[in-house]
């Protein structure tokens, strides 16, 4: 059988494979030349003509002046004090490599995303401190980081700190002209660092690392002014509008599928956008064609209705594949970046109330405004072939918020780099609320960013339709390969169905061949009180419902058609029940696992009721082809019919 890793680098692309041996040529060879690395020495670039950019001030940094005037950093929820012990404690030296952090936390020292909270500082606040500690941050990095060494001058992070660098600046430019030699310091490296990136670009990686590398060249050769930079400028231009069409899909959504990251790359190109045409108009000098920037826009634009379409009630993203709280700015911040002040109150109207499909990248909104419920579902692909990184054992899953409450959630994702089981258990399928077939993961991930066979979701419907009797009905229905490697070669097949804008129906069929043993996780929020659990009774012919709330919210869990049910809160060995909405932040939650055991084919599932109000389900199978499902409430009785392809409806008064 094929190795993880032919199963791994089959996808990659050329591109990737050439890019993967140029970089360990590099290391092996040039990184060892004193001649070479001479290039990126801080005193080999004097005299460099440039021009201060016309960025916009931002608003939305927390003020950190103080902390990191003592030295004290703050990423991924942990503060850490890194001024080094020495009879003079005003030398300004950090401890750039740290120990005892993971190394996620030391590239975000690196990033010195902190920058724009001490240039916010200074020209918002009027604080002249804040210049003082970017000047003794920035020195501090010369001195102690030297090329090529790993982390600080990996092309990942350089791209971030010449961007943070070039902005501040701009922002700090009044307090830089009366410091002159500090001034040249900073632009001698910023120059050093940027010709480092450009031999340096990430085609071994692509995916979000490219259009970083290229917004970084776009800058930087827009800052400078040689003939170097003129390059630069051309290349990041042509990587930043080339990767508009390979990395974007038609409903606007980053190829990732990663709220998150696409938040990060709609700021990246919001902000390129309006770069260039603000120094364009400056200098009269055409860097992007009209047409080039009418397309940005267009795009920008399309990334922002799929933000918005993210979003639940709380005004926070969705934690699909590496989605963590905390990284980008708020969404409500960012939407209304680069809008006139009358669109501010009309956010909400960049997205549909009812049922919203995305079918392009495989997500499907049950939204009702009034009441702030959606259930948020992902039946798309796992992510790009070329770049999985980020990809998580996520498909037919979904999250719920009722009431404006998150209610069910994707698990997060809790560090890249802390140990690896966390990392596998967060990607993996048991983190999501989806099926697991005999133990078995739908896609085979391993190591941190790495995925080897994948499961490939196919046959999706979507329908919304009103019956005669005015009742609405909403579904979407799909199916993946991820457990046809089992024996018997499994399918997978779930129905989530939302019926007269009142609940939903969650329906899993499993065929193939054989006996098998499915478990159906549901992982509630942390901050829902359960005031009772589903369980099956005694003699197995009926189940009592669930009933669990979040403030003034209610949801009741009704499942049917299963053998038993187990509850799941922090456990350890193995890891399950464990929620981290921000990285490195773990709380205990309590997960459902609705179990189903016997030969295929399986019907099995749930009634997501959003209210206190009593509910009854029945449910009833003739053969692999459909079920039915009945639900009857104080008033009316429903009976819902799922079909190979498709459902449908039948309502009755009580």
């Known amino acids: 059988m094929p190795s993880k890793y032919v199963h791994s680098v089959r996808h990659l692309t050329p591109t990737q494979l050439w890019g993967r041996a140029s970089i360990m040529a590099r290391r092996k060879t040039l990184h060892r030349s004193q001649r070479y690395l001479a290039r990126f020495q801080n005193g080999s670039n004097e005299g460099k003509p440039f021009m201060l950019l016309p960025f916009k001030p931002e608003t939305h940094h927390a003020d950190q002046v103080a902390a990191l005037a003592a030295g004290e950093f703050t990423f991924l929820n942990r503060d850490v004090a890194l001024k080094q012990n020495t009879s003079n404690q005003n030398d300004g030296q950090i401890i ?136 630069w400028r051309e290349k990041g231009l042509q990587i930043l509008w080339g990767e508009l069409d390979k990395q974007f899909l038609a409903d606007g959504a980053n190829y990732e599928r990663s709220p998150m990251y696409h938040q990060i790359m709609l700021a990246l190109y919001a902000e390129a956008v309006d770069l260039l045409s603000d120094y364009q108009a400056r200098t009269q000098e055409q860097v992007a064609t009209p047409a080039q920037l009418g397309t940005g826009r267009e795009r920008v634009g399309a990334m922002r209705k799929w933000l918005a379409a993210m979003l639940h009630p709380d005004q926070k993203i969705a934690l699909y594949n590496d989605s963590a709280f905390g990284i980008a700015p708020q969404p409500g911040v960012q939407l209304a970046m680069g809008q006139p002040n009358s669109e501010l109150a009309n956010l909400d109207s960049l997205t549909e109330d009812g049922f919203d499909p995305w079918p392009e990248s495989g997500y499907f909104a049950f939204r009702d405004k009034a009441q702030k419920n959606l259930l948020l579902a992902d039946f798309g692909p796992l992510g790009p072939s070329d770049q999985p990184g980020h990809a998580h054992c996520d498909a037919l899953s979904y999250e719920l918020s ?114 098998h043993v499915a478990e159906s996780l549901i992982h509630l929020h942390p901050d829902i009180l359960t005031l009772q659990l589903p369980k099956v009774a005694e003699d197995s012919q009926s189940i009592e419902p669930g009933l669990c709330q979040r403030g003034e919210s209610y949801l009741q869990v009704v499942p049917w058609g299963v053998s038993s049910i187990a509850t799941y809160f922090g456990e350890r060995a193995p890891i399950q029940g464990w929620y981290a909405p921000e990285f490195g932040k773990e709380i205990k939650n309590q997960v459902l696992g609705l179990e189903k055991r016997g030969p295929l084919p399986i019907w099995f599932g749930y009634l997501l009721w959003p209210h206190k109000e009593s509910v009854s389900v029945n449910f009833s199978s003739e053969n692999e082809q459909s079920c039915q499902i009945e639900v009857t409430s104080d008033n009316r009785r429903y009976k819902i019919y799922c079909n190979t392809s498709d459902v449908g409806i039948k309502t009755e008064k009580i």
């Not at 590239?107 to 920058?115: G, S």
């Not at 003082?132 to 980081?145: G, H, K, P, Q």
């Not at 005999?438 to 790495?450: G, L, V």
Request: with cysteine; glycine share 8%; aromatic share 14%.
């Open 402 to 515: 009722v009431g404006g409450e998150r209610m069910i959630v994707d698990s997060g994702v809790g560090n890249y780099y802390g140990e690896l089981d966390w990392r596998l258990y967060y990607r993996s399928t048991r983190a999501h609320n989806t099926v697991v077939v005999d133990d078995a993961e739908q896609s085979e991930i391993w190591s941190r960013f790495r995925v080897a066979q994948r499961a490939e979701v196919v046959d999706v419907r979507w329908q919304t339709e009103t019956h005669k009797d005015g009742e609405k009905l909403a579904y979407v229905v799909g199916s993946h390969s991820g457990y046809r490697r089992l024996p018997g070669q499994v399918e997978h097949r779930r129905w989530i169905t939302w019926v007269d804008q009142r609940f939903w129906i969650v329906c899993d069929r499993l065929t193939g061949q054989g006996d």
């Open 96 to 231: 750039w490599f740290p120990d005892g952090v993971t190394q996620l936390w030391t590239y975000n020292l690196h990033y010195f995303d902190y920058a724009a909270g001490l240039a916010q500082a200074y020209t918002q606040g009027k604080n002249s401190d804040a210049y003082s500690v970017f000047r003794t941050l920035v020195n501090s990095w010369i001195d102690s980081c030297p090329p090529p060494l790993k982390i600080a001058w990996d092309p990942y992070p350089i791209s971030l700190r010449v961007s943070n660098w070039i902005k501040a600046y701009t922002h700090f430019g009044l307090a830089l002209e009366q410091d002159p030699e500090f001034a040249t310091r900073l632009r001698n490296s910023l120059y050093a660092q940027t010709k480092f990136l450009s031999e340096h670009l990430e085609y071994h990686v692509m995916g979000n690392h490219f259009i970083e590398n290229g917004r970084t060249l776009l800058i930087a050769g827009l800052f400078f002014q040689d003939e170097a930079a003129v390059g």
